[in-house]
């Protein structure tokens, strides 16, 4: 099992960067993927960007170029780094986990969803 607090969120101004990150802490030997969801007011929650146990990464075409997940070598620590951030941008957002064996990817046949979630970050981006 573990916890998950996010940081770094704030209100910035169009075209500004944030990096959120995701403290990990509890029983890391598992191995575990971690994922970047966000909810906008009013919108339903999406994934943005995932790193399966293995290093594989990806983020969604809408954020394709701008933002990028990744970790610290000593795997306790996710990031979510956004560039040329947009007013579309805002949001609360989350970071997950998924037991080891899983995908973090929500697109993936086998994707069954995440076992921890954090309590989330807002961003604001102003025009």
């Known amino acids: 099992q573990v916890q998950l607090v996010e940081s770094g969120g704030g209100q910035v101004q169009s075209g500004e960067f944030l990096r959120l990150s995701c403290a990990v802490s509890g029983n890391l030997e598992r191995g575990y993927c971690y994922a970047w969801f966000r909810q906008a007011p009013g919108k339903e929650r999406e994934e943005v960007a995932f790193?399966?146990?293995?290093?594989?990464?990806s983020v969604v075409n809408s954020v394709l170029g701008r933002f990028t997940i990744n970790q610290n070598d000593a795997k306790n620590t996710v990031y979510l780094e956004m560039a040329d951030l947009k007013p579309e941008d805002t949001a609360t957002y989350y970071c997950?986990?998924?037991?080891?064996?899983?995908?973090?990817?929500?697109?993936?046949?086998?994707?069954?969803?995440?076992?921890?979630w954090g309590k989330g970050t807002l961003v604001t981006i102003s025009s």
């Open positions: 997950a986990a998924a037991d080891y064996g899983a995908t973090c990817d929500a697109t993936n046949d086998y994707y069954y969803g995440m076992d921890y």
């Open positions: 790193i399966e146990t293995t290093g594989t990464a």
